[in-house]
């Protein structure tokens, strides 16, 4: 059982073409407020990140926002933030969110989402962290995804339990009953030649 009191959120600086997205990103929002539980994230005021830190901060949650100085004016870092570390490097920033939360959730997103979600992923693969990993799969968004992870093993390329390094739900609300269930990383590592 995991007690997540800071969550990072990794989605997309667009809102995507469903207006489910956005709907369910203010919910998760709201819900993280309500529960104290602070936002860790990208630290965008565009696509779901802004959506996301809005609905948290109007919800009168905490918000720490971590964006890299050339991305500053692109993501246009938000100006109404709890906090805003700004850093060097795309990779540093990665870093800082993942030294300041415990906990990760996947929202809709793009590449940049993509990259993000697997760099958590594979740490947990490799025994470099234990936190829960919950995939929001609204509107089934993320069901490519799913089915690749699920191909990797099918193929012979990951231990059947990589499976289980996240957690699918498919609404907010499913997000912190699952954040608290999420089993921990199967040991020893499941990359076979470490
Ligand atoms: P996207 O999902 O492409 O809208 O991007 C979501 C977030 O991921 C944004 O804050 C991007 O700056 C960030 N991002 C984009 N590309 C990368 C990358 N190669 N590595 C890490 N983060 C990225």
Redesign the pocket.
């Known amino acids: 059982m995991a007690e997540v009191r800071a969550l990072c959120a990794?989605?997309?600086?667009?809102e995507g073409a469903d207006s489910l997205y956005r709907e369910a990103t203010i919910r998760l929002g709201v819900l993280m407020a309500a529960r104290g539980m602070q936002l860790v994230y990208?630290g965008?005021a565009v696509?779901l990140?802004g959506v996301l830190a809005d609905a948290v901060i109007a919800a009168g949650g905490r918000v720490v926002g971590v964006i890299p100085d050339f991305?500053m004016q692109k993501?246009v870092g938000h100006r109404r933030l709890s906090d805003l570390l700004i850093t060097g490097s795309?990779q540093d920033?990665?870093t800082r969110m993942f030294e300041m939360s415990d906990g990760f959730i996947i929202l809709p997103?793009?590449?940049?989402?993509?990259?993000?979600a697997f760099e958590i992923i594979t740490w947990k693969q490799l025994g470099l962290h234990d936190a829960p990993i919950v995939v929001l799969n609204v509107g089934s968004y993320w069901d490519p995804l799913i089915a690749l992870i699920g191909g990797v093993i099918q193929g012979g390329f990951a231990n059947r339990s990589a499976a289980d390094l996240v957690t699918v739900v498919d609404s907010p609300d499913a997000v912190f009953p699952a954040l608290e269930a999420a089993p921990p990383a199967a040991r020893p590592v499941l990359t076979s030649h470490l």
């Open positions: 990794l989605c997309g600086s667009r990208g965008g696509g990140m991305l993501e795309m920033r990665k997103g793009g590449l940049g989402t993509l990259d993000e």
